[in-house]
């Protein structure tokens, strides 16, 4: 059928209106929008009028759509087709208007912004355009009245899930569709996702998992509970980045904030569960350290040593012996006695130099042994709590400029 108009240079202008009576769904995933409709659309047809007084005050009519010519006004975005059944009528008005009213499932791609997830706004567009006919046989007419727009759908709007209807603006532009130029009418629909379920059941766990782990810092590093502890809270961060990762779209052109917000938290963590890795082993160090000490455990080197200077400790004893009780059997030695004597005390003054000479040597060795800080009892304890409590003070911190960060990031 023709475009129901005298001269064909005229164009049919088409009037349309949209409003949005449900969102049913906004899937991140498969980046679509899910919306029921209800559309107006009007017309002029040069052929058709009738006097009412003629017709007993009769002034508008319904009959079947398929007796009229129709525009072929189609959705760019919808990507599968409406099940529910078409309005099979028109209405008629005595003057040659017109007019269809159809409710439908819209299901239309839409580019689903998830950088500040669970805190984000969508824009989602629905366009309105014929399939033939170019601007110059179809011109496409819209109400211009945002305001008046979005006041009308607020009060027609029942359902709206998780998402929360804030403003729809409409225009119209002219497009190069292959061949003519086309008019376009694009809806462009505001909503606002409610965010109080994820704080509650996914971004305050996460927080709470990260509180738990700077508590982990009053338990003792001596046993094993403070290892385990923060390997299960660890493990609890991982469990909630697997949640996340089905409700998030893998096409996202920017890593989201929230994704941000556990991989710091899971880094953090782990950098805890590291430094306390360190702290127990710096102290089991310690601990083999005086046990080896206290069990007076030494060295072979250090024992021969020791036997050494035992050694001449004991013949320096048993020359003095021998030299004291010759002395006292003859009160009156002789000669020969006189020179053997002699000859035992050079002896003993040698040995008594060479005694004190290794005496020297064993301190000074002895010093060097356990002049290191690290021979002192009880030095790697130390030095693990100086690291425990920098480590401790440096991941408060840290933790309160991350997560001043990422809230500041999200709200601005």
Not at 314 to 339: L, N, Y
Request: aromatic fraction near 12%; charge should be negative.
């Amino acid at each position: 059928m023709d475009r129901p108009v005298s001269d064909h240079k005229d164009p049919t202008y088409v009037h349309i209106y949209m409003a949005v009576r449900t969102i049913l769904d906004v899937k991140e995933t498969a980046q679509t929008l899910v919306t029921y409709i209800w559309l107006y659309m009007e017309w002029n047809n040069d052929f058709i009028g009738w006097k009412p007084r003629d017709f007993c005050g009769l002034r508008s009519i319904f009959i079947p759509k398929e007796t009229l010519w129709m525009p072929d006004i189609t959705i760019e975005e919808m990507i599968e087709t409406d099940k529910s059944p078409p309005n099979p009528y028109l209405e008629i008005f005595y003057h040659g208007d017109v007019f269809i009213k159809t409710e439908q499932v819209v299901i239309s791609t839409c580019r689903i912004r998830v950088y500040k997830f669970p805190f984000d706004t969508q824009r989602c567009n629905i366009s309105f355009k014929s399939n033939m006919y170019s601007d110059e046989e179809i011109s496409l007419m819209y109400y211009e009245n945002n305001e008046w727009i979005t006041n009308h759908t607020r009060k027609l709007i029942s359902t709206q899930y998780e998402w929360t209807f804030i403003k729809m603006t409409v225009i119209n532009e002219t497009i190069d569709s292959f061949g003519p130029n086309q008019t376009r009418i694009v809806y462009t629909i505001h909503t606002e996702r409610r965010s109080v379920l994820y704080i509650a059941n996914f971004m305050l766990p996460v927080f709470f998992f990260l509180c738990l782990d700077l508590a982990s810092f009053l338990i003792s590093d001596t046993g094993g509970e403070k290892l385990g502890y923060k390997i299960t809270v660890l493990l609890a961060v991982t469990v909630m980045q697997l949640i996340l990762n089905d409700i998030l779209p893998s096409s996202s052109n920017r890593i989201p904030l929230i994704v941000i917000y556990c991989m710091g938290s899971f880094s953090l963590m782990l950098l805890s569960l590291l430094e306390t890795i360190l702290v127990m082993h710096l102290i089991e160090k310690d601990s083999a350290t005086q046990d080896n000490e206290t069990d007076g455990e030494q060295t072979p080197k250090r024992r021969c040593w020791n036997k050494q200077v035992n050694s001449f400790r004991e013949i320096k004893q048993c020359i003095r012996c021998v030299s004291v009780s010759d002395i006292s059997a003859d009160e009156t030695p002789s000669v020969t006695k006189e020179g053997s004597s002699c000859q035992l005390m050079n002896v003993l003054l040698a040995l008594e130099k060479v005694s004190d000479e290794l005496g020297e040597i064993e301190q000074t060795v002895s010093q060097l042994s356990t002049g290191k800080e690290e021979g002192k009892p009880g030095y790697w304890t130390r030095l693990a709590k100086k690291i425990n409590r920098i480590f401790s003070i440096c991941y408060v911190t840290a933790v309160f400029l991350f997560v001043a960060g990422i809230l500041l990031a999200w709200l601005v």
